[in-house]
């Protein structure tokens, strides 16, 4: 069964601090990667777009890696700021094809918080 | 250029009223749509899926109902809202090209059920 799994589920840290958030997932072939960031209430925004065969992809201070052998991607936020307290998700896209199996799979998002 | 329209943004029902959220997508054609439920504190969890007119798969027992009228039309509907039918609403769709699909999220129905 394809999954993606985030941690940890919940994450505070001071402004101006770095933070890395994880995501597994089991999803295989997958056409890209992704994460979002999403405010309460709203829909997702993208923050970072990656396929199969790239390995980091930054967006200012987000900086997303990948690693398809272990299966595993990070979200790296530098220089936090008060605007980023969020829910963070991974979501990935199956590769092709009009099945179940090309379902969009979220994942259940770590929820950050900045404290002044 | 690709987009994806659903709403209202937000709604506030009384419990045993219908339900109807709507969704359209443009730009593309043929897409897979989507209807996700995030209750508060929650991830988000996959309704309903569709992969073409009138052919709609559900992913969890509840008490709605989707269609898809029109390839680019995918619409959430419930004929007596529930207290636990509260939460945010998600559209999405995804289009396959080759080896890379797209997909494109809405910005989401807060519902209110009181």
Redesign the interface.
């Known amino acids: 069964k394809n999954q993606v799994e985030q941690s940890p589920q919940s994450l505070i840290i001071l402004e101006g601090k770095n933070c890395t958030l994880q995501c597994n997932y089991t999803v295989s072939p997958f056409?890209?990667l992704?994460w979002?960031k999403q405010d309460t209430?709203?829909?997702?925004v993208s923050l970072t777009i990656m396929?199969f065969s790239e390995n980091t992809k930054s967006n200012g201070r987000y900086t997303a890696t990948l690693d398809a052998d272990t299966k595993q991607s990070s979200l790296h936020i530098t220089a936090s700021q008060l605007s980023d307290s969020a829910s963070y998700?991974c979501?990935v896209?199956?590769?092709?094809?009009?099945?179940?199996a090309?379902?969009?799979i979220?994942?259940?998002?770590t929820?950050l918080s900045i404290r002044p | 250029s690709q987009t994806i329209h659903q709403w209202p943004a937000t709604l506030v029902q009384p419990v045993g009223s219908p339900l109807s959220l709507e969704c359209t997508v443009e730009g593309t054609s043929n897409p897979n749509l989507y209807w996700y439920r995030q209750a508060a504190g929650r991830g988000l969890q996959l309704l309903f899926y569709s992969v073409g007119i009138g052919q709609i798969s559900s992913e969890v027992p509840q008490n709605l109902s989707a269609s898809r009228p029109q390839d680019r039309q995918f619409i959430l509907s419930s004929k007596k809202l529930l207290l636990s039918d509260s939460g945010f609403y998600l559209c999405a769709w995804s289009v396959s090209r080759g080896a890379y699909t797209e997909a494109f999220f809405g910005q989401g129905t807060r519902l209110t059920v009181v």
């Open positions: 056409s890209n992704r979002y209430g709203r829909g997702p396929t998700i979501v896209i199956p590769r092709g094809g009009y099945s179940s090309s379902k969009i979220f994942g259940s998002g929820r």
